[in-house]
């Protein structure tokens, strides 16, 4: 929902909120988008960091740090739900899903519920929300590099969910094997391309459980991506870079004269059309 869809019966409190949430417009609502990206990131790379040998003190300060980024979380996700025509529908939603997911671990830090810290590997699916054309740089923003970037996302995000996964049932489990994060990432990368060099194995039920989900994500989802980005780098070399002044596509194909996105003609035709 856009700022100007959801002005129609939203108060313009609400208004502004969701136009600095949802849109690039005024150096606010970039600055606020990227903090958030930042966060996700920053939280992402905590989660990573604790799962190495460190003092206590930095532990400590990272735990805190965690607790105020979940902090940040939920309160953008209260304010969207603040500005939400339909509550449930947005309760709902995908993005909404991932964002609860994000705060989860600040709902933990008062139960232990060990079981519940899975969920905070999914917080890197909250980057999901920022491959929209309107919140990435124009320089990428061409179809073909969207879509490389967003398979990309979709490898990395795979691999890094299923490395915190194996790493948080199976360390306590096999802690002289699964050590550090460094150890699950190896083995992800290992099974999920079945390459299965069998010097890492899982001995809990748990461990093996999302060994086998890693497996057939191995075999249907890695090799569909890879696929999908070889495509889109042949289909980029098979096209010369044109950008259409008007929408900012790049690539184009050697012939085309007008824009495949927005239909404008293209500056190389345009000056043929001129010397004639």
Not at 87 to 109: Q, T
Not at 165 to 185: C, G, M, S, W
Not at 194 to 211: E, F, M, N, Q, R
Request: hydrophobic content about 50%; some cysteine; glycine content about 4%.
């Amino acid at each position: 929902m856009t700022a100007v869809e959801a002005g129609r019966s939203l108060t313009p409190i609400q208004q502004r909120v969701i136009a600095i949430l949802d849109d690039l417009e005024t150096p606010l609502s970039r600055w606020v988008n990227g903090a958030i990206a930042v966060s996700i990131l920053l939280s992402a790379v905590t989660f990573v960091i604790e799962t190495f040998t460190i003092d206590d003190q930095l532990r400590m300060v990272l735990t805190v740090g965690n607790r105020m980024l979940a902090g940040v979380f939920a309160v953008e996700y209260a304010l969207r739900l603040w500005c939400a025509e339909q509550k449930w529908r947005y309760v709902f939603s995908p993005y909404a899903i991932i964002d609860a997911i994000a705060i989860a671990p600040l709902l933990i830090g008062f139960w232990d519920v060990r079981f519940l810290r899975l969920l905070r590997w999914f917080r890197v699916l909250r980057l999901v929300r920022f491959l929209d054309r309107r919140y990435i740089p124009q320089w990428l923003a061409a179809d073909d590099r969207l879509i490389i970037t967003r398979i990309l996302f979709t490898l990395f995000s795979i691999v890094f969910i299923y490395s915190g996964l194996i790493y948080q049932v199976e360390h306590p489990k096999n802690p002289t094997v699964i050590e550090n994060f460094l150890d699950a990432f190896y083995f992800a990368v290992v099974t999920m391309t079945t390459v299965g060099y069998g010097d890492i194995t899982p001995v809990s039920k748990a461990g093996k459980l999302v060994t086998v989900l890693m497996i057939l994500s191995g075999i249907a989802i890695i090799p569909w991506q890879i696929s999908d980005l070889i495509k889109s780098f042949v289909n980029t070399n098979d096209k010369i870079r044109n950008a259409c002044d008007r929408c900012g596509l790049i690539f184009h194909d050697p012939d085309a004269s007008y824009c495949r996105r927005c239909g404008a003609a293209l500056p190389s035709s345009a000056d043929d059309i001129a010397d004639l």
